[in-house]
């Protein structure tokens, strides 16, 4: 197995309300009209968003984390405290909970974690160690 990953697919209650949430952000859905799926071309990747129960069913497993924390979360690495301060009043401002305020990490670094409608929760980062290329991707130290 090549050491990447492709699509990330989050189940969601409402697609129209995520879908809504999303582009409320700036993202653009890049699925054909009238589909029930979302889908954001996200740098080398694709952020998907679809029915939990539809998600689910094509996984062949029972659902049973709804409400609850799902173990996984997503993350966005920026290039400046500033940027990640921006980015959480603009999730604020779009709808999301913000479980955690931006400040200082453990690290060196600094984040802060906003939840979507669903209960999918992004951390928001600026690690000055990993450098941010112009096209978003990271490159680990070595």
């Known amino acids: 197995m090549e050491q990447r990953v492709s699509l990330v697919t989050l189940g969601v209650r409402d ?19 009238g589909a029930d799926i979302v889908f954001f071309q996200a740098g080398g990747l694709v952020l998907g ?16 984390t709804i409400g609850d924390f799902g173990g996984i979360a997503l993350a966005q690495n920026l290039r400046s405290p500033a940027q990640v301060d921006a980015l959480i009043e603009e999730a ?16 060196g670094g600094y984040a802060g974690v906003f939840v979507d409608p ?6 928001i980062a600026h690690n000055p160690g990993w450098t941010i290329e112009d096209d978003g991707s990271i ?4």
């Open 49 to 64: 968003l679809w029915g939990r129960a539809d998600l689910a069913a094509d996984c062949a497993v029972e659902d049973t």
């Open 139 to 142: 490159t680990l130290p070595r």
């Open 92 to 107: 604020r401002r779009a709808g999301a909970t913000v479980t955690r305020e931006p400040a200082p990490t453990f690290y």
């Open 15 to 33: 697609l129209d309300r995520a879908r809504a949430f999303y582009e409320a952000l700036g993202w653009r859905n890049m699925a054909p009209a």
């Open 118 to 123: 669903d209960g999918h929760p992004w951390e």
